[in-house]
């Protein structure tokens, strides 16, 4: 059965704190993806990466890093962390059937 | 740039009711189009997909999309819906840049008894 997890399902920072958000897929899928969702905006790509040491911006890339170090994890860096980016983190992977597989998401609140 | 616009934010129904949900893309390529479902405190699953071939496609649990390239549209149809059809569905076009997808902003389908 197809997997996607991520770390934390619930997580509290505060603000200035550096944040990691980890994800990791056993599919091996080249492709992986990290979202944002808000209210009303849906699913805002926040980066990409086609493969190990690969990173591609998003459309909102800002306040935000990324590493992949194997194929199978691929880990979102707040550097220091805001409130405006209180929100639900999710997780993607892709095969070449161009579907997306999910994590559960990570629910990041920043007091 | 490809978009996909859900016209409705909300969408009220009552059980066994027939409902649509709409949405539009935009798109100068050949396009791939997705609904995912998102249940409460959950991630996204694939509800259905259209990749190419019959314009028709459907789901398991009965949820319809149908592919109209003239109207630039795939709106999603159940015939009567249930109360565990409670969820938010979204909308997505795969980008020609390996694999992206680009969604809609989501429309909340909330079924009442």
């Known amino acids: 059965d197809v997997k996607v997890t991520q770390s934390s399902r619930y997580l509290v920072k505060r603000t200035g704190e550096k944040v990691f958000l980890e994800c990791v897929q056993d599919?091996?899928?080249?492709?992986m993806f990290w979202y944002r969702q808000d209210p009303g905006l849906g699913l805002r790509l926040i980066y990409f990466?086609?493969?190990?040491?690969?990173?591609e911006k998003g459309d909102i890339p800002e306040g935000y890093s990324v590493s992949r170090e194997k194929k199978e994890r691929f880990s979102l860096i707040l550097e220091s962390a805001s409130t405006n980016q209180t929100s639900m983190y999710l997780c993607?992977?892709?095969?070449?059937?161009?579907?997306?597989?999910f994590g559960p998401g990570t629910r990041l609140t920043v007091t | 740039a490809q978009s996909v616009t859900q016209l409705d934010s909300q969408v009220p129904v009552f059980e066994e009711a027939p409902v649509e949900l709409r949405c539009n893309y935009s798109s100068s390529v050949s396009v791939y189009l997705f609904w995912y479902v998102q249940y409460p405190n959950q991630g996204l699953q694939l509800l259905l997909k259209?990749?190419?071939?019959?314009?028709l496609v459907e789901s398991i649990n009965g949820f319809e999309a149908e592919f109209n390239k003239s109207q630039t549209s795939f709106h999603l149809r159940k015939p009567s819906v249930h109360i565990s059809d409670t969820a938010e569905y979204f909308c997505a076009v795969r980008s020609p840049q390996g694999g992206k997808l680009i969604f809609g902003q989501g429309t909340e389908l909330s079924v009442k008894p």
């Open positions: 599919m091996d899928h080249e492709n």
């Open positions: 259209y990749l190419s071939g019959s314009t």
């Open positions: 990466s086609y493969d190990v040491k690969m990173k």
């Open positions: 993607a992977s892709t095969s070449f059937s161009y579907e997306q597989y």
